[in-house]
C-alpha cells in the first residue's frame, strides 16, 4: 500500500464545474503539499498546508491531520487548469510523491 | 522572483556515457533536494543536501553521485548510464531544512539514455 494515495486518477470535467481531488496518506505528517505538474514536466507548488484550509484564487485546500486526509477543490475549472495533481507528504525533510490525479477539463 | 534553475534542460545521452545535472537554488536557499520521476511515474527522492553536506539518501544508485558547493548549487553526476535512467529530474530547494519548509521546484532535466 502506497504511503500516499490519490483519488480518483483520471478525471474530466466540462469548463465551469467544482472539482475536488481527494488524498490520504498513512504517515504521521506535520504539513502536506499539493504540486501542479503541466504536460510540459515542471511542478509548482500549489500549497503547504498543516491545519484547516487555504484558499488562493479558485483553488482551496483542506486538510484534517486526525482523518489523514486533504482535499484540493477547483472552483470554477477551467481548460488551462488541465495538469496532473500530486499530493505530497514529508518524510523526515524529503517528500514523498502520491500517484497524481489527471484532470483535463474541456470547453 | 528568482527561482530555481536547471541546466541543461534536455540531454541525450548513449548507453554507458556520463551526465552532470546541475542545480541552482533560489538565491538565500540552504537546501536542495534531488527527484527522478521515470515516464509516468510519480517522482522519486534520490538525494539531498543541507549546508553543503548530504542530509538524506533515497533511491540513489550507486552510479549516481551529488554533491552541493559552496554556492549552494548541486550537481548531479550520473556514471554508466542505462536506459532506464531515462527520466525527468527534478531539483528543489528550500529555505532551511524541515519538514514546514516549502520545496520550491526547478523546471526538470529530461534526460534521454538511447
Known amino acids: 500500500k502506497n504511503e500516499v494515495e490519490q483519488s480518483p486518477q483520471n478525471l474530466t470535467a466540462q469548463e465551469g464545474e467544482f472539482i475536488t481531488i481527494n488524498c490520504s496518506y498513512s504517515?504521521?505528517?506535520?504539513?502536506l503539499h499539493w504540486l501542479q505538474q503541466h504536460p510540459g514536466g515542471g511542478i509548482v507548488s500549489l500549497f503547504m498546508l498543516s491545519s484547516g484550509k487555504k484558499k488562493h484564487g479558485r483553488l482551496i485546500a483542506t486538510i484534517n491531520i486526525q482523518e489523514k486526509h486533504s482535499s484540493l477543490h477547483i472552483t470554477a475549472s477551467h481548460p488551462r487548469d488541465s495538469a496532473v495533481y500530486i499530493c505530497a507528504v514529508p518524510n523526515t525533510d524529503k517528500l514523498i510523491f502520491g500517484t497524481g490525479t489527471r484532470l483535463q477539463v474541456f470547453p | 522572483a528568482a527561482g530555481v534553475i536547471q541546466s541543461p534542460r534536455h540531454l541525450i545521452k548513449e548507453k554507458r556515457e556520463t551526465a552532470t545535472l546541475k542545480c541552482y537554488p533560489i538565491p538565500r536557499h540552504d537546501t536542495v533536494y534531488w527527484y527522478q520521476q521515470g515516464p509516468g511515474q510519480d517522482p522519486q527522492f534520490l538525494i539531498s543536501?543541507?549546508?553543503?553536506?548530504?542530509?538524506d539518501k533515497g533511491s540513489i544508485p550507486d552510479r549516481f553521485s551529488a554533491q552541493q558547493f559552496s554556492d549552494y548549487h548541486s550537481e548531479l553526476n550520473m556514471s554508466s548510464l542505462e536506459l532506464g535512467d531515462s527520466a525527468l529530474y527534478f531539483c528543489?530547494?528550500?529555505?532551511?531544512?524541515?519538514?514546514?519548509?516549502?520545496?520550491?521546484f526547478g523546471p526538470g532535466t529530461r534526460l534521454t539514455v538511447l
Open positions: 504517515v504521521g505528517i506535520s504539513a
Open positions: 528543489a530547494s528550500s529555505p532551511d531544512r524541515g519538514h514546514l519548509n516549502e520545496q520550491f
Open positions: 543536501f543541507y549546508e553543503k553536506m548530504q542530509s
